[in-house]
């Protein structure tokens, strides 16, 4: 049987991240859906409800963010203080923001960047059984800051 040797060293990345001081930080994400006409139409005719659909998007950023190091190896859960997650439309294209406040140090950034993609891609289930061909991105960090 061929196993790999498991590194016996510390991981300093992490220990040094918990050495860090704490003060309240914030990040804000951005993510874009863009749709097709036939699912805006959809949407603006009600066929689609918009109140309902950012409602489990919402729920899905939120759940996510919450439990990043399901999603992403290496990333720590944390105590999240403020949690917010905004939808604009600007013609067909649906803008996704996530604003998040924490006095923990660790990946604020990443929770930002999580919720956000989370819920760009509930959208994109929701509505594909209409249409696939739904763009999603860029995703980005817009802020972070260590207040």
Known sequence: MNRRKRSSKPNFFSL???FSSSSERTAIA???IE??????SLIQEGRIQE???????????????????QWIPYCHSTTVDTL???????????MIQAFLK??????????????????????FDVCKEYDKGMVIGPTYLSRKSDE
């Open 51 to 69: 109140d309902e659909l950012c409602y489990s998007a919402r729920v899905a950023g939120t759940l996510a963010a919450k439990n990043p190091g």
């Open 84 to 94: 917010r997650i905004e939808f604009t439309w600007d013609e067909h294209t649906l």
């Open 30 to 32: 951005n993510t874009t």
């Open 16 to 18: 040094a991240r918990s």
């Open 102 to 123: 924490s006095k923990t140090s660790t990946s604020l950034d990443t929770l930002a960047m999580t919720a956000v993609s989370t819920a760009a891609l509930t959208i």
């Open 35 to 40: 749709c097709s006409d036939l699912i805006y």
